[in-house]
């Protein structure tokens, strides 16, 4: 089991910047692929960001350029720094890990993210 805490979503106006932040705890030795997903109102999820155990990052051809995924492991932390922020990038944001015996993965609660015009 992995639970995982997300935080640092709020209110920006476009242009700005938020980081978002996703803790992991219990079997976290076993993760292996990291990503950071959202949802907007009457949209389906999609995928922003993924690392890999390596570092290896990619990005949603909407979010790249504006967006970096990174991760601590020493701190069991996921992060999303988001620049340069749009009106269109206000959505619930969800960090979900994966592991060999979840391939379909963990999520946390969500982080409300809006960004105003």
């Known amino acids: 089991q992995v639970q995982l805490v997300e935080s640092g979503g709020g209110l920006v106006q476009a242009g700005g910047s938020l980081r978002l932040s996703c803790a992991a705890s219990?079997?976290?030795?076993?993760?292996?692929?990291m990503r950071w997903y959202r949802q907007a109102p009457g949209k389906r999820r999609e995928l922003v960001a993924t690392?890999?155990?390596?570092?290896?990052?990619n990005y949603a051809d909407s979010v790249k350029g504006r967006f970096t995924i990174s991760r601590d492991n020493a701190k069991n932390t996921l992060y999303l720094q988001m620049d340069t922020l749009k009106p269109e990038d206000t959505a619930v944001y969800y960090c979900?890990?994966?592991?060999?015996?979840?391939?379909?993965?963990?999520w946390g609660q969500g982080t409300q993210v809006t960004v105003s015009s």
């Open positions: 219990g079997s976290i030795f076993s993760i292996i692929t």
């Open positions: 690392i890999t155990s390596g570092g290896t990052t």
């Open positions: 979900n890990v994966v592991t060999p015996l979840r391939p379909s993965g963990y």
